[in-house]
């Protein structure tokens, strides 16, 4: 049964495009709920609304209508400033490619969150980072250019800086997708471990090894939600 004030909550929504042909229909009334401390998947094949849900709660879109609320906030409701900010606070977003700025080195990179939302005193920042680089296993390579390392050590980077203003929720946007099998299991069990920490993570993923060790699934369809299966594997003990 779903908490009374779930983490997040979408709300009947829908998101159309305006295509050369007409109005597409991309995400058709779907709803959902994930309480905090749930590390939840989101499989599909492409062209299925999977990415568009993500946008959808990250704030990066907005719903044709519906609601998307996160910690009892609705986020569609914000202006751009306001949801640049919020996001900031309480949600870290990894993508597939990284997206570190190239000229900034790794802890520049992981201090920029904080910067940006004036998150942590600036004496304290370096610090913080630090500690996060410490977590992921890169305080070694902290004051390198992302382009000196490898994929795995990149993705961990992106994930130090995802975790940078202690957001409660974490998106994966195929975070293993550009990564071999053996880098992306030790950063998939980095993400069961962050779970097992109280972090929530909704994570989209085309692997479907990965997929089997979610405990909760959820499979995009025609712009429609469906719960999978039950997960094989279950999360490690906290």
Do not use: Y
């Not at 492409?46 to 990415?51: A, E, N």
């Not at 919020?86 to 190239?102: A, N």
């Not at 680089?133 to 390392?149: R, S």
Request: hydrophobic share 45%; glycine share 8%; aromatic share 4%.
């Amino acid at each position: 049964m779903a908490a009374a004030n779930p983490l997040v909550h979408v709300d009947n929504v829908v998101k159309d495009f305006q295509g050369p042909a007409g109005v597409i229909h991309v995400l058709k009334s779907v709803s959902l709920e994930v309480n905090q401390g749930e590390f939840v998947g989101v499989r599909g094949p492409s062209g299925s609304g999977k990415s568009t849900l993500i946008n959808m709660i990250t704030g990066i879109d907005r719903p044709t209508s519906g609601q998307v609320s996160i910690a009892g906030r609705p986020i569609e409701r914000m202006s751009e400033n306001e949801l640049a900010r919020f996001r900031g606070k309480h949600i870290g977003v990894i993508f597939q490619f990284f997206q570190l700025l190239p000229t900034l080195t790794v802890i520049e990179n992981t201090m920029l969150p904080m910067d940006f939302c004036r998150m942590w005193k600036p004496r304290e920042r370096p610090q913080r980072a630090m500690q996060l680089l410490e977590q992921v296993g890169l305080a070694d390579q902290a004051h390198k250019l992302p382009n000196t390392l490898s994929g795995g050590q990149q993705q961990r980077a992106a994930i130090a800086r995802a975790l940078a203003n202690d957001p409660p929720l974490l998106m994966g946007d195929e975070p293993t997708g550009n990564l071999d099998s053996h880098t992306a299991d030790k950063v998939f069990t980095l993400f069961q471990d962050l779970v097992a920490q109280g972090k929530t993570f909704i994570m989209v993923t085309h692997d479907v090894e990965l997929a089997r060790r979610m405990p909760r699934l959820i499979e995009v369809a025609d712009g429609v939600l469906h719960e999978a299966a039950p997960a094989m594997a279950t999360m490690p003990a906290a």
